[in-house]
Nanobody, 123 residues
């Protein structure tokens, strides 16, 4: 599976962005999909993940109520809608695919990674 993330950019605090991650291959619907972020000098950390059909989701406490993860299996794409952005959300955002189950928050559980897209929130 190859993953291509897009949609990052510069936005003011309180604004919104929608990230997309397009996947290659015919087995997209069999992967748990996740979003992670990494700020300069920090470890990569979990943001959100979604199960095969989209019925199961998990979020980091820091983004609950602000971010929404969704997927369109017909388009082989997973999305991250980011609302009420804060300066502390500034990071490179990566999408990832996990062949296993259940949904995991661990980077080590994910088998494939996209190249990352920069999100910068100005205060």
């Amino acid at each position: 599976v190859q993953l291509q993330a897009s949609g990052g950019g510069l936005v003011q605090a309180g604004g919104s962005l929608r990230l997309s991650c397009a996947a290659s291959g015919r087995t997209f619907s069999s992967y748990v999909m996740g979003w992670f972020c990494q700020a300069p000098g920090k470890e990569r950390e979990f943001v959100a993940a979604i199960g095969w059909s989209g019925g199961n989701t998990r979020y980091a406490d820091s983004v609950k109520g602000r971010f929404t993860i969704s997927r369109d299996n017909a388009k082989n794409t997973v999305y991250l809608q980011m609302n009420s952005l804060k300066s502390e959300d500034t990071a490179v955002y990566y999408c990832a695919a996990d062949r296993g189950w259940p949904i995991s928050e661990l980077t080590t559980a994910y088998d494939y990674w996209g190249q990352g897209t920069q999100v910068t929130v100005s205060s």
